[in-house]
């Protein structure tokens, strides 16, 4: 999975996407912000030491929806931030309309946190319409991309991820951004992405895919849609475009959609990304293995090559140390490669770090140990690559480690 990219130059001539490309890779101030909030030692005094080398992308890094920290999710401008970054793989989370069209979005039942939708003429086909803040009650609406047409989704402004719930009417409740996060670059209209025309963003920009297939928030089959056309549909838009399977990791927190991938389009199932969400499960720990509904050599057993558990899964406390987990351990044993997800999604860390850092929160209280669980992961784990809402973060850590 590790290799050097070149940026192309050339840009994209379909609309609605961006016509633009990247000629150079640059970090930005935030790598050196972090840097400086490591305790000194060895890693700090590494990473300092590359502070004037060459910025390239990497595979190592990966947009997680772009570059959601700044920008609005799954939109061109997000992702061409991404690649200026360096992410060398990108991601559409994929769903689909009401006329069975791929398109990107987080979530089919979203559009009412990601876009203006609640003050569009589209609000009447919510799901559940807009309901204002009630005493303890919060404001409240469900949106779908399954109630619109692909037609329709092209008018739908994209917005930062957010929601106030406090609000009482439509128009205030498409606020919400976290202190946090920006609507500096959501004041212009953002470029709304389908799947197909995500493909060709990425190409131009020279780098690699990783679309996720989301789980649909309607019952299956969906005007005659099964699951297995909806997997298959999101593999025959990349063939269509001419994407060699070795430049795509299709992911799936459904092991069927694994499964089906692996069976039906072996070339493409052989990098297929099992996205790991069991600590949905009661009882769940990344430290006990008899609380996993399958063993990492039992997944192995089924074709599975790749997993993507949550940061946190893959890392425990020595003392004050960062140290591979129990489900790290066995996974690399059986053979297995490890993506994981997500940096840069959790604010500033001297908070505590919240859902991403839950296994390593006793030494969590300042933006420095950002680096020490990137590194954690890369070195003593073995991950592939990082998701970042940042890429530049990783960017950076990869640059400087050699992990191109």
Same mark, same amino acid.
């Given at each position: 999975?590790?290799?050097?990219l070149v940026?192309?130059?050339t840009?994209l001539?379909a609309?609605? /996407?961006l016509?633009?490309?990247?000629e150079?890779?640059e970090y930005?101030?935030?790598?050196f912000y972090?840097?400086?909030? @490591?305790e $000194? &030692?060895?890693?700090k005094?590494?990473?300092r030491s590359?502070?004037g ?8 890094? #990966?947009?997680?929806? &772009? ?6 999710e ?29 398109v990107?979005r987080?979530a !089919?039942?979203d559009?009412h946190?990601?876009? %203006? ?5 589209l609000?009447?086909?919510?799901k559940?319409?807009?309901s204002?803040a ?5 404001? =409240?609406a469900e949106c779908?991309t399954s109630?619109?047409t *692909?037609a329709?989704?092209r ?7 957010a929601?106030d719930?406090?609000?009482a009417?439509?128009?205030?409740? *498409? ?5 946090w ?6 004041v212009?209209? =953002?470029?709304?992405m389908?799947h197909?025309?995500s ?5 131009s920009l ?7 297939l989301k789980s649909?928030a309607?019952?299956?089959p969906f %005007?005659?849609?099964?699951q297995?056309?909806?997997?298959q549909?999101l ?8 994407v060699p ?5 299709? !992911?799936?927190?459904?092991?069927? $959609? ?8 072996p070339e ?11 600590y949905? #499960?009661?009882g769940?720990?990344?430290m006990d ?7 990492m050599?039992e997944?192995k057993?089924?074709?599975v090559n790749y997993?993507a ?5 893959? /890392? ?5 140390e960062?140290?591979?987990?129990e489900?790290?351990? !066995?996974?690399n044993?059986a ?5 994981t997800?997500?940096i ?7 908070? &505590? ?9 006793d030494v969590t209280d300042?933006? &420095? #140990? @950002?680096?020490?669980?990137i590194d ?5 784990v073995g991950?592939?690559?990082i998701?970042?809402?940042w ?5 950076y850590?990869a %640059?400087c480690?050699?992990l $191109?």
């Amino acid at each position: 999975m590790f290799r050097t990219l070149v940026i192309a130059t050339t840009a994209l001539v379909a609309a609605p /996407v961006l016509a633009q490309s990247v000629e150079s890779v640059e970090y930005g101030p935030r790598p050196f912000y972090l840097i400086d909030r @490591m305790e $000194d &030692g060895a890693l700090k005094s590494k990473l300092r030491s590359c502070s004037g080398q060459e910025a390239k992308p990497s595979l190592f890094s #990966i947009g997680h929806r &772009g570059a959601p920290l700044k920008f609005p999710e799954h939109t061109a401008e997000s992702n061409l931030a991404a690649a200026r970054m360096g992410a060398g793989i990108l991601e559409c989370d994929v769903t689909f309309t009401k006329d069975l069209e791929l398109v990107c979005r987080h979530a !089919q039942n979203d559009l009412h946190t990601t876009t %203006n939708i609640l003050t569009s003429g589209l609000a009447d086909t919510c799901k559940v319409p807009f309901s204002p803040a009630n005493g303890e009650t919060p404001a =409240a609406a469900e949106c779908r991309t399954s109630e619109i047409t *692909l037609a329709e989704y092209r008018t739908l402004t994209p917005k930062m991820d957010a929601a106030d719930k406090t609000a009482a009417t439509a128009e205030a409740y *498409l606020g919400g951004t976290a202190d946090w996060r920006t609507d500096l670059y959501s004041v212009e209209n =953002a470029t709304i992405m389908t799947h197909a025309e995500s493909i060709e963003l990425f190409k131009s920009l020279g780098a690699k895919f990783t679309p996720e297939l989301k789980s649909p928030a309607v019952d299956m089959p969906f %005007n005659g849609f099964s699951q297995e056309d909806y997997a298959q549909k999101l593999v025959d838009e990349y063939k269509a475009a001419g994407v060699p399977a070795s430049d795509v990791w299709l !992911q799936s927190f459904n092991l069927e $959609d694994v499964l089906y991938w692996i069976k039906a389009e072996p070339e493409f199932g052989a990098q297929a990304v099992y996205l790991m969400d069991e600590y949905n #499960i009661d009882g769940y720990s990344p430290m006990d293995p008899d609380t996993w509904p399958n063993t990492m050599e039992e997944l192995k057993a089924m074709g599975v090559n790749y997993i993507a558990p949550p940061t946190w899964m893959l /890392v425990t406390l020595d003392g004050e140390e960062i140290v591979p987990s129990e489900l790290a351990k !066995q996974a690399n044993a059986a053979g297995l490669k490890i993506i994981t997800w997500t940096i840069e999604r959790s604010g500033p860390l001297v908070r &505590g770090g919240g859902w991403y850092y839950q296994s390593i929160a006793d030494v969590t209280d300042s933006d &420095g #140990i @950002m680096y020490e669980l990137i590194d954690a992961l890369a070195m003593d784990v073995g991950v592939e690559g990082i998701f970042s809402d940042w890429p530049a973060t990783v960017t950076y850590y990869a %640059n400087c480690m050699g992990l $191109d």
